[in-house]
């Protein structure tokens, strides 16, 4: 398998859990990579396009997507376990798959975003929505400041520093290949969710609380492969 895609303005929410909330939907071998302090879970809203699959384009045209994902470890492996919250674009509307025990609810969404790059960093606003007959879901993000390095911040290290992807449906994991991004910590941040547009997802309880840390980050290429 390869993928590629262009995955720009991706907006990080990352919430601690309780222990065991991701043990059903680990892959066998896989257990939960922690950092002393408990589960993480992120909650990401980014624009998406330039998708090719086996060197075919079937997605030009960006498009909001939403997902969540928690950290992972295999043997001497760590990556990132995609969970997918039961939800796609209408663009991507010929997938018909389950996910957390739900088929996928086809989603209308909407991306607003503000970049204003400046001498000494940048400034940013970014405002993503999708809806559905079961709900809507709404992220902002306002970021500003100097770019700083995830190799520095412990959180962000911890995100940052994956190389294998996993999904709770495939034994062996994809290869993460990805260039250095430029990363912003959010001013302020606002997730919101009127009924339950994700179908299946336990999405509305892991994020009640306030999350730990926010940031955006301004990204490009991606490719995955065995």
């Known amino acids: ?39 993480l879970f992120s909650f990401v809203a980014s624009v998406v396009h330039k998708t090719q699959r086996w060197g075919i384009h079937f997605s030009k045209k960006p498009f909001v997507q939403f997902h969540g994902q928690c950290y992972v470890r295999n043997r001497h ?15 991507w509307k010929f997938f018909n798959q389950r996910t957390f025990g739900a ?42 400041g100097p770019i700083y390095s995830m190799d520095l911040e412990p959180v962000e290290a911890f995100i940052w520093e994956r190389e294998f992807f996993f999904t709770p449906h495939r034994k062996e994991p994809l290869h993460l290949e990805r260039p250095l991004w430029f990363c912003w910590q959010a001013l302020n941040a606002q997730l919101t969710f009127d009924g ?15 999350p730990e840390s926010a940031f955006l980050v301004k990204g490009s290429s991606v490719l995955l492969h065995d």
């Not at 590629?4 to 680990?26: I, K, P, T």
């Not at 400046?118 to 940013?124: K, L, T």
């Open 196 to 210: 339950d547009p994700f179908m299946g997802s336990e999405l509305s309880r892991w994020t009640k609380a306030e």
């Open 77 to 91: 492996r760590r990556g990132v376990l995609w969970l997918d919250l039961g939800a796609r674009p209408k663009i």
């Open 103 to 144: 088929r996928w609810k086809q989603l209308e969404t909407r991306q607003s975003i503000e970049f204003n790059p400046g001498e000494q960093g940048a400034s940013a606003k970014v405002a993503y929505s999708g809806e559905n007959d079961q709900g809507k879901v709404s992220l902002k993000m306002e970021t500003g």
């Open 1 to 39: 398998m390869k993928l590629s895609f262009d995955w720009r303005f991706l907006a990080f929410l990352n919430y601690r859990l309780e222990g065991g909330a991701f043990d059903r939907y680990l892959p066998e071998g896989l257990e939960v990579d922690d950092d002393g302090r408990g589960p």
